[in-house]
Antibody, heavy 122, light 108 residues
Framework: QLQLQESGPGLVKPSETLSLTCTVSGGSISSSSYYWGWIRQPPGKGLEWIGSIYYSGSTYYNPSLKSRVTISVDTSKNQFSLKLSSVTAADTAVYYC??????????????WGQGTMVTVSS | DIQMTQSPSSLSASVGDRVTITCQASQDISNYLNWYQQKPGKAPKLLIYDASNLETGVPSRFSGSGSGTDFTFTISSLQPEDIATYYCQQYDNLPSFTFGPGTKVDIK
């Protein structure tokens, strides 16, 4: 069955760039029925959508983060990645990657990675 | 921006009780609403999409209803394994998605 796994540094210094990768296994990232997304959750708080990407490279970002976010896809490696620049302590969170299934008009994050904790601290 | 609110923010109920959570959108979102369950230390799990459609494999004690701005999520008979935080999420304002603040459900 399809699985997603986040990877990347667990500690990032303030003002630097957070970089995470999501590896998709058990299925192709190039399927036309799906988009792929990043969602984060600060400790003890709720969920925030960061952005989504289609295998063609089309990207969609949360307006509140758009100036600092880049999401990219590598279909040859079945991976997609997140870069968040100029991080501060407010970016400390568990970062999840997820599959976004489109069953028009429905759009839902139906498969999630286990999440990876990223702490911003010097 | 579409804002989502949920009530209550937390609740305690006994095993077997009927539990109801409400989610309200700041504007009409038709039925473009999902519900997720998140157990402590785990990733969220999709339970209901399109406001009332049960995701495959999800027990039938979970249900959702509503349209427009007001939505309801119900657990017909609370089980110990239902202890979790439940989130609503709108997708009317594509390509953006907004989650509600969550409702924490405990056993009394």
């Amino acid at each position: 069955q399809l699985q997603l796994q986040e990877s990347g540094p667990g500690l990032v210094k303030p003002s630097e760039t957070l970089s995470l990768t999501c590896t998709v296994s058990g299925g192709s990232i190039s399927s036309s029925s799906y988009y792929w997304g990043w969602i984060r959750q600060p400790p003890g708080k709720g969920l925030e959508w960061i952005g989504s990407i289609y295998y063609s490279g089309s990207t969609y970002y949360n307006p509140s983060l758009k100036s600092r976010v880049t999401i990219s896809v590598d279909t040859s490696k079945n991976q997609f990645s997140l870069k968040l620049s100029s991080v501060t302590a407010a970016d400390t969170a568990v970062y999840y990657c997820a599959r976004l299934v489109v069953m028009a008009p429905a759009h839902a994050f139906d498969i999630w990675g286990q999440g990876t904790m990223v702490t911003v601290s010097s | 921006d579409i804002q989502m609110t949920q009530s209550p923010s937390s609740l305690s109920a006994s095993v077997g009780d009927r539990v109801t959570i409400t989610c309200q959108a700041s504007q009409d979102i038709s039925n473009y609403l999902n519900w997720y369950q998140q157990k402590p230390g785990k990733a969220p799990k999709l339970l209901i999409y399109d406001a009332s459609n049960l995701e495959t494999g999800v027990p039938s004690r979970f249900s959702g209803s509503g349209s427009g701005t007001d939505f309801t999520f119900t657990i017909s008979s609370l089980q110990p394994e239902d202890i979790a935080t439940y989130y609503c999420q709108q997708y009317d304002n594509l390509p953006s998605f907004t989650f509600g603040p969550g409702t924490k459900v405990d056993i009394k």
